[in-house]
């Protein structure tokens, strides 16, 4: 089936430094892959959408400027979290569609990010 | 009113019985309908699709009811390897949208 893939699966950092995280998919083309975040004993949180080629589209309250999302290629969309601060220590989670096939949402295994 | 919600839960059960869950949304144009399962510090996986005849994996049911814009799950003979968060996903054109979950415990 289907797999995405997400890396690093944790990380430790700095509080001001900057994180990247990854997201492929690795047997078919998405278009348009979803950036999540979740705190502990909480849902899942959408943070944007984020669109091959095109700009990524932030849900309310999600900071674009903090949260850099870049989706150059089908199988590859990127999200960078600059300036770390420990509240931004999360479980950021991808998705992407296999909207050729049967449309069903796939996960990463997600990233644990520390801000110390 | 939230887009998609769910029993607030915790659900604590015995071993070996049956527990459902029910979810509502609010968007009538929502076209699919997911249940996906969570493990602690895990990310979430698809449990089962849920398709409008209502649809059956195992132990598991799924049912849809368009006309009352829920959808629900039923687990029987549930196992102490079903603890875990279940979301119900709402789809409509490229928008998903999840429940904020439903947490089982199964106890031996």
């Known amino acids: 089936g289907a797999v995405v893939s997400q890396h690093p699966s944790w990380v430790i950092c700095k509080s001001g430094t900057s994180v990247k995280i990854e997201c492929r998919s690795l047997d078919f083309q998405a278009t348009t892959m979803f950036w999540y975040r979740q705190f502990p004993k909480q849902s899942l949180m959408l943070m944007a959408t984020?669109?091959?080629?095109?700009?990524?589209?932030?849900e309310q309250g999600v900071e674009k400027d903090k949260f850099l999302i870049n989706h150059a290629s089908l199988t590859l969309s990127t999200l960078t979290v600059t300036s770390a601060h420990p509240e931004d220590s999360s479980f950021y989670i991808c998705s992407a569609r296999d909207i050729f096939n049967t449309g069903e949402l796939f996960f990463g295994e997600g990233s644990r990010l520390t801000v110390l | 009113r939230k887009e998609v919600e769910q029993d607030p839960g915790p659900f604590n059960v015995p071993e070996g019985a049956t527990v459902a869950f029910n979810c509502t949304y609010s968007n009538s144009a929502s076209q699919s309908f997911f249940w996906y399962r969570q493990d602690c510090r895990k990310e979430p996986k698809l449990l089962m699709s849920?398709?409008?005849s209502g649809n059956e994996d195992g132990r598991f049911t799924a049912q849809l009811n368009r006309a009352s814009q829920y959808i629900s799950l039923l687990i029987r003979d549930s196992k102490l390897s079903d603890s875990a968060t279940y979301l119900c996903a709402v789809n409509y054109g490229q928008n998903f949208v999840f429940g904020p979950g439903t947490r089982l415990s199964v106890l031996p």
């Open positions: 984020s669109n091959e080629g095109s700009k990524a589209t932030y």
């Open positions: 849920v398709y409008s």
